[in-house]
């Protein structure tokens, strides 16, 4: 038994109440419900923090988990989306 997760989930842009012609694409769903976004920095940024963010609003869900290997340890940051 693992952890249940697709891949390569799409979602429809939508700005303003409009849907827009681009698709978003996560590369992972876990527990349908939070979207993991996986980095190879040595640390986390705003930049990434904002992109996870931006992530979780497109794709619909509340919870975003930024995980980087790039560093001496793991450091990960939950990314959570207040309505």
């Known amino acids: 038994m693992g952890v249940p997760m697709s891949v390569r989930n799409d979602s429809m842009y939508t700005m303003m109440a409009i849907?827009?012609?681009?698709?978003?694409?996560?590369?992972?769903?876990?527990?349908?419900?939070?979207?993991?976004?996986i980095k190879a920095m040595s640390f986390l940024n705003d930049a990434s923090?904002?992109?996870?963010?931006?992530?979780?609003?497109?794709?619909?869900?509340?919870l975003g988990l930024l995980i980087?290997?790039?560093?001496?340890s793991l450091l990960f940051k939950r990314v959570i989306l207040r309505t």
């Open 19 to 37: 849907k827009l012609k681009r698709k978003f694409i996560a590369d992972f769903v876990v527990f349908g419900s939070i979207i993991p976004e």
């Open 68 to 72: 980087t290997f790039g560093a001496p």
């Open 49 to 62: 923090i904002y992109q996870t963010l931006n992530y979780t609003k497109i794709a619909g869900v509340q």
